[in-house]
C-alpha cells in the first residue's frame, strides 16, 4: 500500500508554480475540449486537479506493483526467444498495469485517445516510475515516440499508430545507434530503399544498443539517400513491427544496470517502413527533437533514482545502531544525508523548471497549429525555447552526476550491507551509472551547454532569478549566491576573452558546472520562496555550491592557459 | 445478451493499521481514528464483476452500498474503475443496523432494480469478519449463491461456473441464474483507477453532498446525469423500519476483549533447514497444519 507520489510532497508542490497556470491555458487551448470530451478539463483549477489524481494512480502503480517487482526484474530480465524479446515477468505486469490504467499516451491530444497533458505531468510519472525501477522508466519514457510521431508524421501515420500506443499498450523504440555510429549519428548506414511499384521503403542493416528493441513501433534513422555519407542523406521511418523473420533480434546486451529494460541488437533485412516527415530531416531535425526530449526524460530518471536512493539511506541510517546510537546520529552520516537530500531537491527542482520552458515552447506550437501566433507570443515562443535549449543539457549534466552520486552515498551509508545484492542500493547505483552515458554522453552536455556560458544566456537567467522577491530569511543565501555568480562571470570572461577554442573546451565543463550549481541554488532559494519545506535543502545546497564554484573559479585562476598541454597524454 | 450485475459493496475502517487509539475505551471501534477505505474482498468482487461486463457485451455493473453520507467515495472509487452507476442507501434508520438488519435493508433495494442477473459481493467485511451479509441477501431474496468464488469463469443465460477456494483445494459449480456470488480475497485483484474514468466521474455527487454546500462544478453535475450518484432513503427502498438499525439488530455486544501477544509464546527459530523441519514436525502433529 505505498503511494510513490502521495508520499512525496515536493512532487505536488510541482503542480502549483505560478507558471503552471499559463502553460495549462496555453495546452487546452482555453479549454476548447471541454464539451466535446467528457473527461477534458473546464478550467484550470480542474486540469491541474486531474493531473493530481492521475499522478496519484501512478504513484500507486509505482508504489504497488512496479517497485515490489523490481528487484525479481532486475534478477531474471529479458530474454531472447526465436529472435524475439520476452519481458522479465515483473516487467509484463508493470507495463499491463499502467495499460489498464488507461495513462498510457499521457501527452497525446485527446483525438488520439490521449490524455493532452502537459509535460510536467509526464515528466513527473517519469520520476515516479524510475523511483520504483529505472530500468521499468525506459519502457514507459519511450512513448517519447509517440510525441514525435505526433508532431512530425502524416496525418495518415498518427491515426494508425497513436491510437495502439492508447489502447493497446503498443510499445515504442527509438533506432539510432549502429556499431559504427555512436554519439555520432552521421554515420549511420542501415539502408532505406524506396519502392516504387508498391509505394513502401524497405530497410536493410544492423541496429546495436537499441533501447526495448523488439517494440511494436519503431522510429528508424536510415540512409535514404544513396551515395551521402553525413546526416543530410538520413531520413526517419517507422516501422509496424512484423515480428517475424525479417526484423530479427539478434541478441540482448548483458548490462550493468538497468537490467529488465532490454537492449538489443537487430538485424533488419527487407523490414517495410513509412517515411516519416521529409527525407533528408531524419536527424538534423527529427532525431534532435526526440533527443531533446530524451535528455529531458534522462533527467526525469536521474531525479527518480535520487530519490530511491536518498530514501534507502536515509531509512537504513535511522534503524541501524552502532556504538550504541542509530548512525544517523553522527556528524559523517547525517551531512551526507542531507547533501544527498540537496541534491535531490535541487535537481528536482532544475527538471522541473526545464520541464516549464519547454512546456511553453511547445504549447505555443499548439496553438500556432489552430492560428497564426501574433508578434508578443512570437517572441515568447522564442525566449522559452531558447532556455529550454540552455537548460536541457544542464539538466541532464547535473541530475545524472547527482544521481550517480546519490547511489554511491546510499551504498555508503550502508556500509558492508549495502555491498550485498540484499539491499535495494546495490541495484540502484547500477541503474544510475548509465544515466551519464545514454543519450549524450556527460561530456557531451557540455559541449551542448558550452554556448550558454559564452553568450552569457546563462548569466542573464541567473540574474533574472536573482532579481525576484524572497522572504527575508532567505536574503542572505541571495547575496551569497549574487557574489558567486559575480565571480562566474569574472571566469568566464577571462577565459572567453583569450578567445582560444581549445581553452574554453578545456574549461568547458568547469564553467558549465558553476552555471549549473548557481542556478540550481536560484531555484531552491525561489522553492523555499514558496514552501518553507525547501528552506533547509537550499542553505545546505548553496553552502556546497558555494565550495564548488570557489573550486572551479580557483582552478581556472591559478592554471595559466599556455598551460594545458601538461593535461595531454600521448 | 449483456448482464445486469449489482456490486455490493461496503466501506470499513482500515483495520489492517490498526494503531493505539482503534479502540474507544467502551470498546466500540474509534472511526475517526482509522481511515475509512473500500472493503478489500468487495474489490475483488468489483474485478470479477467488470471482468464479466468485459467479456459479455453489453453488461452494466452497478455499485451498491449502504452507509454514511461519505461512504459515496467507494461508488466513485467504483466507477473510476469501470462500474456504470452506483447506488447509496443512507438514512438514520440504517444506523447501529447488524448483520441481519443489513441484509434486510440491501434486499429491499434490489427489488428496486428492474431485473438483475447476478449480485457479486466479497465473503467478507474486515470490520467484522462475519461473512453473514451476502449469504442473508440472498436467503432474504430467495436466490441460491455460490460462496467462496475465486473466480466466476463463465457466465450466460444458461448457467454460471464459478471456480470456489475452500481450505483443502478448489471445487468448479455450477448454477443458474439469477446467482449470488460471494468472493474470496485469493481472487484476482482489481484493477487500478482508470485514468480517463477518474476525470469523467470525478465531479459525480449524491444529493447529500450537493446539499451539504459542495458547490464544484454543480453546473456540470446538473448537465451531466451521469455525474449524479443515487440516493435512497427508507422510503425509496419500501422497508419496514422495525426490521433496521438498532431496532432490527438482535445482535449485542456483550463484551470486547484486548487480546495482547505475549513474547512467552513466541519461539526464535534459526534460518536453516534443521530448524525449519522440526517446525513443520510439530506442526503436523500437533495437527495445525496436515
Known amino acids: 500500500m505505498a503511494n510513490f507520489y502521495t508520499d512525496n510532497p515536493g512532487l505536488k508542490f510541482q503542480l502549483s508554480h505560478p507558471l503552471m497556470k499559463k502553460i495549462v491555458t496555453l495546452k487546452e487551448n482555453n479549454f476548447a475540449d471541454k464539451d466535446t470530451y467528457d473527461y477534458a478539463p473546464r478550467d484550470f483549477e480542474d486540469a491541474i486537479d486531474s493531473y493530481d489524481k492521475v499522478m496519484e494512480i501512478i504513484g500507486e502503480i509505482a508504489g504497488d506493483v512496479i517497485a515490489p517487482n523490481a528487484e525479481d526484474v532486475d ?38 485517445g490521449g490524455l493532452n497533458f502537459c509535460m510536467v505531468p509526464y515528466l513527473m510519472s517519469a520520476d515516479i516510475v524510475c523511483r520504483a525501477d529505472a530500468g521499468f522508466g525506459n519502457i514507459w519514457g519511450l512513448q517519447d515516440c509517440a510525441e514525435t510521431i505526433h508532431e512530425f508524421a502524416s496525418k495518415e501515420i498518427k491515426d494508425e499508430f497513436l491510437p495502439r500506443v492508447v489502447n493497446e499498450g503498443a510499445t515504442c523504440s527509438m533506432d539510432l545507434t549502429e556499431p559504427d555510429a555512436g554519439s555520432d549519428l552521421q554515420a549511420v548506414m542501415l539502408k532505406a530503399t524506396y519502392n516504387e511499384k508498391d509505394g513502401w521503403w524497405y530497410l536493410n542493416g544492423v541496429k546495436r544498443f537499441i533501447t526495448n528493441g523488439d517494440a511494436e513501433i519503431k522510429l528508424v534513422l536510415a540512409r535514404s539517400e544513396e551515395g551521402t ?51 533528408r530531416l531524419g536527424l538534423i531535425k527529427y532525431v534532435m527533437s526526440l533527443m531533446n526530449g530524451a535528455r529531458l526524460g534522462i533527467g526525469g530518471q536521474s531525479v527518480g533514482i535520487s530519490e530511491a536512493a536518498y530514501r534507502e539511506a536515509l531509512a537504513y541510517a535511522k534503524d541501524r545502531v552502532q556504538f550504541g546510537k542509530a548512525i544517523i546520529e553522527f556528524p559523517a552520516v547525517y551531512e551526507m544525508l542531507s547533501l544527498m537530500k540537496a541534491k535531490l531537491d535541487a535537481s528536482r527542482a532544475l527538471l522541473y523548471e526545464t520541464t516549464r520552458f519547454v512546456d511553453v515552447y511547445k504549447a505555443y506550437d499548439l496553438v500556432a497549429e489552430k492560428r497564426p501566433l501574433d508578434k508578443d507570443e512570437k517572441e515568447d515562443q522564442k525566449t522559452y525555447n531558447k532556455l529550454a535549449d ?63 556560458v559564452t553568450t552569457g544566456a546563462y548569466l542573464a537567467q541567473m540574474r533574472a532569478y536573482l532579481s525576484e522577491k524572497v522572504t527575508p530569511e532567505l536574503e542572505g543565501l541571495r547575496t551569497r549566491l549574487s557574489a558567486m555568480a559575480d565571480l562566474y562571470e569574472k571566469r568566464i570572461t577571462k577565459v572567453v576573452d583569450k578567445k582560444d577554442n581549445e581553452y574554453i573546451d578545456f574549461h568547458a565543463r568547469r564553467m558549465v558546472e558553476m552555471a549549473g550549481y548557481i542556478i540550481m541554488g536560484c531555484l531552491l532559494v525561489s522553492d523555499a520562496t514558496r514552501n518553507d519545506e525547501f528552506v533547509k535543502s537550499a542553505e545546505v545546497f548553496v553552502n556546497y555550491a558555494e565550495a564548488e564554484v570557489t573550486k572551479n573559479a580557483s582552478f581556472i585562476k591559478s592554471l595559466n592557459h599556455k598551460n594545458i598541454g601538461l593535461y595531454k597524454q600521448l | 445478451m449483456g448482464l445486469k450485475i449489482v456490486v455490493l459493496a461496503k466501506q470499513v475502517p482500515d483495520t489492517r493499521n490498526v494503531g493505539k487509539d482503534a479502540m474507544k475505551a467502551d470498546g466500540t471501534v474509534n472511526r475517526a481514528a482509522l481511515a475509512a477505505i473500500f472493503n478489500p474482498e468487495d474489490l475483488n468482487a468489483l474485478e470479477q464483476a467488470l471482468r464479466l461486463k468485459d467479456k459479455y457485451e453489453g453488461s452494466t455493473v452497478s455499485i451498491l452500498t449502504m452507509g454514511p453520507g461519505r461512504a459515496a467515495e467507494i461508488i466513485r472509487e467504483s466507477l473510476y474503475r469501470g462500474a456504470d452507476d452506483g447506488f447509496l442507501l443512507t438514512d438514520r434508520a440504517f444506523a447501529g443496523s447488524d448483520t441481519l438488519a443489513t441484509s434486510y435493508a440491501l434486499s429491499c433495494a434490489i427489488k428496486n432494480f428492474s431485473k438483475v442477473d447476478v449480485i457479486i459481493c466479497g465473503r467478507q467485511a474486515i470490520d467484522g469478519d462475519t461473512a453473514q451479509v451476502g449469504p442473508q441477501v440472498a436467503e432474504k431474496i430467495g436466490w441460491p449463491q455460490i460462496t467462496y468464488a475465486e473466480e466466476i469463469l463463465e457466465c450466460t443465460s444458461q448457467k454460471i461456473v464459478v471456480k470456489r477456494r475452500l481450505e483443502k483445494g478448489i471445487e468448479i459449480v455450477e448454477g443458474k441464474l439469477p446467482m449470488l456470488v460471494t468472493v474470496n480475497s485469493s481472487a484476482p485483484e482489481c484493477r487500478p483507477r482508470n485514468a480517463k474514468l477518474v476525470m469523467k466521474f470525478k465531479h459525480a455527487k449524491t444529493i447529500s453532498e450537493k446539499q451539504a454546500g459542495d458547490q464544484d462544478y454543480i453546473d456540470l453535475v446538473d448537465e451531466r446525469p451521469y455525474l449524479n450518484i443515487n440516493e435512497w432513503s427508507v422510503n425509496e427502498i419500501q422497508a419496514d423500519a422495525n426490521w433496521l438499525g438498532l431496532k432490527g439488530s438482535p445482535t449485542k455486544v456483550k463484551e470486547i476483549e484486548n487480546v495482547v501477544f505475549q513474547a512467552k509464546e513466541s519461539k526464535r527459530l534459526s534460518p536453516d533447514d534443521f530448524d525449519i523441519e522440526s517446525l513443520m514436525r510439530e506442526l503436523i502433529a500437533n495437527h495445525t497444519i496436515g
Request: aromatic residues 8%; positive net charge; hydrophobic residues 35%.
Open chain 1, 75 to 112: 534478477h531474471e530480465g529479458p530474454h531472447v526467444e526465436n529472435s524475439r524479446i520476452i519481458y522479465a515477468k515483473g516487467t509484463q505486469e508493470n507495463h499491463d498495469a499502467l495499460v489498464k490504467a488507461g495513462v498510457y499516451g499521457i501527452s497525446l491530444p485527446r483525438e488520439f
Open chain 1, 229 to 279: 555519407s553525413d546526416g543530410r542523406g538520413l531520413s526517419y521511418f517507422v516501422v509496424d513491427n512484423p515480428k517475424d523473420a525479417s526484423l530479427k533480434v539478434r541478441r540482448i546486451e548483458n548490462k550493468m544496470g538497468i537490467k529488465g529494460s532490454p537492449t538489443a541488437e537487430l538485424v533488419f533485412t527487407n523490414v517495410k517502413a513509412k517515411l516519416v516527415g521529409q527525407r
Open chain 1, 390 to 452: 540552455g537548460f536541457t543539457p544542464l539538466l541532464k549534466l547535473m541530475s545524472s552526476e547527482y544521481a550517480n552520486q546519490n547511489t554511491y552515498d546510499s551504498i555508503q551509508v550502508h556500509g558492508g550491507s549495502g555491498f550485498m545484492k540484499d539491499y535495494a542500493c546495490e541495484r540502484l547505483y547500477r541503474d544510475a551509472r548509465i544515466t551519464s552515458i545514454y543519450e549524450g554522453t556527460s561530456q557531451l552536455q557540455v559541449v551542448a551547454a558550452i554556448r550558454h
